[in-house]
């Protein structure tokens, strides 16, 4: 079983910086892709970042592009997202999946694993 914990939300205002962290363990971390989602209020979860298993392919959601990045560390079986040039639209529940593939596609489905989620709130 895939265990997956977020950390590192909070309280930030417009034009801050966060980074959100995802400690993985249970099923072989490198082997996976891994990706960011979040969840506004009323809306669907959508797809934010997402990382190849050996993290040498990246992608990213339009909204996001150029202001996060997305990373991994195999050997601490974690991985970042950091966020800056925050905007009060980025507020939401952030939650860090395992994939079902060492590629890192952008549909929910495709992750078989979440974390809890973290806050990040935006303030204007």
């Known amino acids: 079983q895939v265990q997956l914990v977020e950390s590192g939300g909070g309280l930030v205002q417009a034009g801050g910086s966060l980074r959100l962290s995802c400690a993985a363990s249970?099923?072989?971390?490198?082997?996976?892709?891994m990706g960011w989602f979040r969840q506004a209020p009323g809306k669907e979860r959508e797809f934010v970042a997402g990382?190849?298993?050996?993290?040498?392919?990246?992608n990213y959601a339009d909204s996001v592009k150029g202001r996060f990045t997305i990373s991994r560390d195999n050997a601490r079986n974690t991985v970042y997202l950091q966020m800056k040039g925050l905007k009060p639209e980025d507020t939401a529940v952030y939650y860090c999946a395992s994939s079902t593939s060492t590629v890192a596609y952008t549909g929910v489905g495709r992750y078989d694993h979440w974390g809890q989620g973290t806050q990040v709130t935006v303030s204007s």
């Open positions: 990382i190849s298993w050996s993290g040498s392919i990246t």
């Open positions: 249970g099923r072989t971390f490198s082997s996976t892709a």
